[in-house]
């Protein structure tokens, strides 16, 4: 068979047509290379940048010696579709089955597999299997290369201590909002700075630097320090949960102060919750009430009007009183506890045997105007300067029914006739143990970076006080503790000082028959005084209910515990040598 040449227009056709595709193809890659570079760019970098978006963690809480008291953990939940399954070295086009892949995911999770095939049962995709799983369980099931399952991270608060600082902290719902305590005041403060961030990568996965901005990986270390004392916290707590058990109580609550800066080294409530579940709570548990709640101290409150009657020169401190049991003041008779009188009595008996006529006879000879005077100056009917959560302002009669109602100074003698927080009273006292100085009640320290921990302030706060004034009363303070051995509040080698007090309790304006507050407030140590403590018990039930019974025993508990903590060397060295038994 013979070769026929091709007909020469058909080469010049198939030479035309290739000189178009080269053509074509030069003007598609000038196209991309000048024209369509930015876009071009553009798609590279969305398949080559990873972006890792924020979880919203927030910042760690800790007491005053760094024991974490809240954190965020990660957390992970497990989703499944169903429609992707497929086990390493498959086929990639092979679609393994639900029994399959939940006989592998049973043993990681210790979940029945039957369970987990439920949940998949005819659902080819979006299936949540599992929430709350810890970093660890993860890893586990990362390993497994299973395709079609995914983790997803989430983080979740918790708290270590449980219901030890509930009262303060607070907690976050099941949403991240958070609900109460410092969580919720503070709430800005304990978000961390957290940025969306974009990384290169090459080829073969390595992080590339291009790209990142200074400061793009900066960890937020910052953390939250408190300055309460989970170890002395704890004794407190404790202690409360005893008492209020024993007698029956409604509630009680503990307060352990500085009195030179006014940090809280304590601030325990009991009943409490556990913020890790405080869904299975009642709610009314979520606030604190020694922050709160208002009522009237009575004789704790005695040593305070003493010193305004020295400060205003109205009694001499080495005076006497006549006590004559009972009095009438504006047709209203008023007695003492025992409705008994003690005859003239100096001023340290008065707070020893605790007598109202004694202290109305005493704060008579203070004018009326003046006395509210000083009641408003301390703050009685102001929200104290705090960072505590749902602090409130106590209640005093106006300026002009203060002074126009004789029995309205007569009652608030001792104690009664108006209203302020635990709280406000462990502030005045401790203006009693540093000298006559206001200090701000607090119980945070700040932010503090990694693991750096801030040393407590020093001395601040109003003078408002003399100090002599002070001074004499803390004396007779400690004259209540040293003849009062049934007390229970001594403790061998160590100068102490505290008054209790038994108040009724009043219900918008009306006193609740059979219900009292009992409670007991002491200073340590009473040669340079340091700590002032005050335990409130509510509406205990029984006979013998007082703040000596009830209080005091709790107060004991938690000085001695503070006596070890804070390493307080003895008043009287010599007391305690001689206590030793001799071998």
């Not at 990873?50 to 024991?67: A, C, E, N």
């Not at 999770?109 to 659902?123: N, Y």
């Amino acid at each position: 068979m013979s070769i026929q040449p091709l007909p020469k227009h058909r080469l010049i056709a198939v030479y035309l047509l290739l000189c178009m595709s080269l053509g074509g193809l030069a003007i598609r890659l000038a196209w991309l290379q000048v024209i369509d570079t930015n876009n071009l760019q553009a798609r590279a970098r969305a398949i080559q940048t990873q972006s890792k978006q924020p979880l919203g963690k927030r910042r760690t809480i800790v007491d005053r010696t760094g024991r974490l008291v809240a954190l965020d953990e990660e957390r992970f939940t497990l989703w499944a579709h169903p429609r992707y399954f497929n086990f390493p070295g498959d086929d990639p086009q092979k679609v393994r089955r639900a029994d399959e892949v939940a006989t592998r995911l049973a043993a990681v999770l210790a979940v029945p597999g039957d369970t987990l095939l439920q949940r998949m049962a005819g659902r080819p995709s979006g299936v949540k299997l599992r929430t709350d799983i810890d970093p660890e369980t993860a890893a586990r099931i990362s390993q497994l290369g299973i395709s079609g399952l995914d983790l997803e991270a989430y983080p979740q608060r918790i708290y270590p201590q449980g219901s030890l600082f509930a009262n303060v902290v607070g907690f976050l719902n099941l949403e991240r909002v958070p609900q109460a305590g410092l969580e919720q005041s503070r709430n800005s403060d304990l978000q961390r700075q957290e940025t969306t961030v974009s990384m290169r990568r090459g080829a073969d996965g390595t992080p590339l630097p291009e790209g990142l901005s200074a400061g793009s990986l900066y960890g937020d270390d910052l953390r939250l320090q408190l300055t309460l004392d989970a170890r002395l916290q704890q004794v407190a707590q404790q202690a409360l949960a005893n008492q209020v058990k024993a007698w029956k109580a409604k509630r009680a609550a503990a307060l352990v102060m500085d009195v030179r800066n006014g940090e809280m080294l304590a601030l325990a409530s009991y009943p409490s919750y556990d913020p890790n579940q405080f869904w299975t709570f009642n709610p009314g548990l979520f606030r604190e009430w020694s922050v709160q709640d208002l009522y009237e101290p009575g004789s704790t409150f005695k040593p305070i009007n003493l010193a305004i009657a020295l400060q205003e020169k109205g009694i001499d401190p080495k005076g006497k009183v006549h006590d004559g049991g009972q009095l009438t003041i504006g047709g209203w008779p008023i007695f003492n506890h025992d409705r008994k009188g003690n005859g003239l009595i100096d001023y340290p008996t008065v707070l020893e045997v605790s007598s109202n006529v004694a202290m109305v006879q005493a704060m008579a000879k203070v004018k009326r105007d003046r006395f509210w005077h000083w009641l408003n100056a301390i703050g009685i009917d102001e929200r104290p300067d705090t960072d505590l959560p749902g602090a409130v302002a106590g209640e005093l009669k106006p300026r002009n029914v203060f002074t126009s109602h004789p029995i309205e100074p007569a009652v608030a003698a001792f104690g009664q006739g108006f209203s302020l927080t635990p709280l406000k009273l462990l502030q005045l006292h401790a203006m009693l143990a540093n000298g006559g100085r206001l200090v701000s009640p607090h119980i945070t320290r700040g932010l503090r970076s990694g693991d750096a921990l801030a040393g407590s302030n020093g001395a601040s706060g109003l003078q408002l006080l003399d100090p002599a004034v002070t001074r004499t009363v803390m004396g007779w303070m400690e004259q209540v503790v040293a003849n009062s051995a049934s007390l229970g509040i001594r403790v061998p080698g160590y100068r102490i000082g505290g008054k209790t007090g038994t108040a009724q309790k009043a219900e918008r304006g009306v006193y609740i028959p059979g219900a009292l507050i009992t409670s007991f407030v002491g200073h340590l140590p009473m040669e340079n005084p340091r700590y002032v403590v005050l335990v409130v018990v509510d509406e205990p039930k029984g006979g013998n209910t007082y703040g000596s019974t009830v209080a005091a025993p709790v107060a004991r508990q938690i000085i001695d515990a503070l006596l070890v903590l804070e390493q307080i060397p003895p008043s009287k060295p010599e007391e305690l040598a001689a206590r030793k038994p001799r071998p």
